[in-house]
């Protein structure tokens, strides 16, 4: 936990942790929106059989005024409950009949019908392609839809662990740069598939990677900066998520083709690939894996940036073996993964970071992948949810230094429970208090996550943080693929899927209480460090109570 002097003498904030951050912003601005990319590749268009009366060119070239498209519609297609065209049925035999009943609809369900077996007619008022108008994604083959965000999530299951383990193994920067190049090429590739199943394993394969963009982009920062800049650190990265948010609903407003759009989102990655070969690796990293001579020229690198003079005097190989030497001594055997759970704080930690991470996935995708629920206009309410995320980041970042990480914590999760439970209370026809209260809640849950990223990168050791960020992230990908399946539940009651979020985010408030504040406190470079941390507060404890009974 001494790194922190080392990185003091190279300066803990200068103007070489400032370009680092950009970039990694730059980053996440970039790569974020792919999460959110099939809430406008995927968008369900309103949609209908199509009809050879109809549709047929020629019949319609030919036709007289008698037959306008609304009477052709009317006698082709049959109404559902709310007196709308079927979208997956048509009638087998075209009913003139329904031409003389004056509007009266009784007995059309005695009518026969089909399904659509010439394909569909989409309305492309609000996107002309998507994958559902390409592969006729609709009615009996709704479900594979799920399959595309599916193919995504699991990706994003398997890749944290795999890249998580590897970055720990090979370095956040060279994991991190393969990743953006592989995330690169799969989403290009993606844009131009022929067929569905193409695209599945393109997008699963894009999944692979984008935990671990994200996660590095995270680690090179905290690992780069001061304890006492790391809230700030957590607070900028997921601000630029939220204008990323908002940058996507933008172009999907100006770009209506999901080919198109796709590409103009993944091409300029290749511009960021090639610019992260001046990225620094993290020099706390290098240490702690064994190889202090790296790590001491990387310091004295970020001492040249900052303005340090005789940085070579302050920071050479004696001072860091005696500043760090514990941590040198761990670092002579690799810890495998199972240490995580060998130590009974480690475990606890670990246990509950993945329990609090994926209550909190739940309901905050629960939420921004349901645009749906708010209305029709997709674009705004992303551009809307985009926008909440910033003045809430920001009262978070001012909430964890001053209240500390537990408290804020438990007061945001707390805030979004209630705000979801109030959501369900209002009748759908009151659409603005509606929208009001999402956006809030969307709001406290963005902040929840800032929240729990900026405690957990807090409590994990240096030695094993990829990885067990790694795990820690599965968890929460794991809720973030359950969020949209709990909307099974509509069939039993429509608004059990949002108490279900609810709960968990109230749970998740709960079980923060039993992890141990970090506010301005040392990063763990090794599990040593965790165990002794227990082990030193039981013995401050100790002391205080003979204190208190000495002075009686």
């Known amino acids: 936990m001494a790194f922190h002097h080392l990185l003091e003498q190279a300066g803990g904030m200068g103007r070489f942790q400032s370009l680092q951050i950009a970039f990694h912003c730059i980053s996440i601005l970039m790569v974020y929106p792919h999460i959110l990319l099939e809430n406008f590749t995927a968008a369900v268009p309103d949609h209908r059989c199509w009809v050879h009366s109809l549709d047929n060119d020629t019949v319609s070239a030919n036709g007289t005024g008698i037959h306008r498209q609304d009477i052709l519609l009317r006698i082709s297609i049959p109404l559902d409950s709310n007196l709308r065209p079927e979208k997956c049925r048509r009638f087998l ?46 009615c009996e083959s709704q479900s594979l839809k799920s399959m595309v965000q599916f193919s995504f999530m699991a990706g994003m299951l398997l890749g944290s662990i795999i890249y998580g383990h590897l970055s720990d193994r090979f370095g956040r920067k060279l994991i991190f740069k393969w990743c953006l190049l592989q995330f690169t090429i799969a989403d290009i590739c993606a844009s131009v598939s022929p067929t569905l199943l193409i695209y599945c394993l393109l997008r699963f394969w894009a999944g ?13 920062i905290i690992e780069w900066i001061m304890p006492r800049f790391q809230a700030m650190g957590m607070t900028v990265t997921i601000c630029f998520a939220s204008v990323g948010q908002m940058l996507l609903g933008g172009l999907a407003f100006v770009i209506r083709d999901w080919h198109l759009l796709q590409l103009v989102l993944t091409a300029p990655l290749f511009v960021l690939f090639l610019a992260s070969r001046w990225l620094a690796e993290s020099a706390r990293w290098l240490i702690i894996t064994n190889k202090p001579e790296r790590g001491l020229k990387e310091l004295r690198k970020a001492a040249h940036k900052n303005g340090i003079k005789n940085a070579g005097d302050s920071l050479t190989m004696e001072v860091l073996r005696s500043t760090m030497q514990e941590e040198l001594e761990a670092a002579e055997i690799q810890p495998p993964v199972c240490d995580l759970f060998r130590t009974p704080n480690m475990r606890k930690r670990i246990f509950l970071l993945s329990f609090v991470r994926f209550a909190i996935l739940v309901p905050f995708y629960g939420l921004i992948l349901h645009l749906q629920y708010l209305g029709s206009n997709i674009f705004l309410f992303q551009a809307l949810f985009g926008i909440v995320t910033l003045p809430a980041n920001y009262v978070a970042l001012l909430a964890l230094n001053h209240l500390g990480r537990r408290v804020t914590q438990m007061l945001f999760m707390f805030l979004l429970g209630i705000f979801i439970l109030a959501v369900t209370s209002v009748p759908p026809e009151m659409q603005t208090l509606r ?30 943080r990829a990885t067990a960020t790694g795990i820690i992230t599965i968890a929460g990908n794991i809720g973030a693929a359950l969020a949209p399946l709990l909307m099974i539940l509509t069939v039993y009651s429509p608004h059990l899927p949002w108490i279900t979020y609810a709960v968990f985010s109230i749970l998740a408030c709960l079980l923060v209480f039993f992890l141990p504040e970090t506010r301005n406190q040392p990063l763990p470079d090794s599990i040593q460090d965790v165990e002794k941390e227990k082990k030193g507060s039981r013995e401050a404890k100790q002391e205080d109570i003979t204190m208190k009974v000495t002075q009686f």
């Not at 003139?96 to 004056?102: A, D, E, F, I, K």
């Not at 509007?103 to 998507?130: A, H, I, K, Q």
């Not at 209260?437 to 094993?464: D, K, Q, R, W, Y």
């Open 435 to 464: 929208v009001a209260l999402s956006t809030l809640g969307v709001g406290f849950s963005s902040a929840s996550v800032m929240c729990s990223c900026t405690h957990g990168n807090e409590l994990i050791p240096t030695v094993i």
């Open 93 to 138: 035999h075209t009913q003139w009949q329904l031409l003389h009943r004056n509007g009266t609809f009784s007995n059309m369900s005695d009518l026969d019908t089909e399904p659509c077996v010439d394909g569909w007619v989409y309305d492309r008022s609000s996107f002309s392609s998507t994958i559902v108008t390409k592969w006729d994604l609709v």
């Open 208 to 220: 692979l990677c984008i935990s671990s963009i994200l996660t590095n982009n995270v680690l090179l």
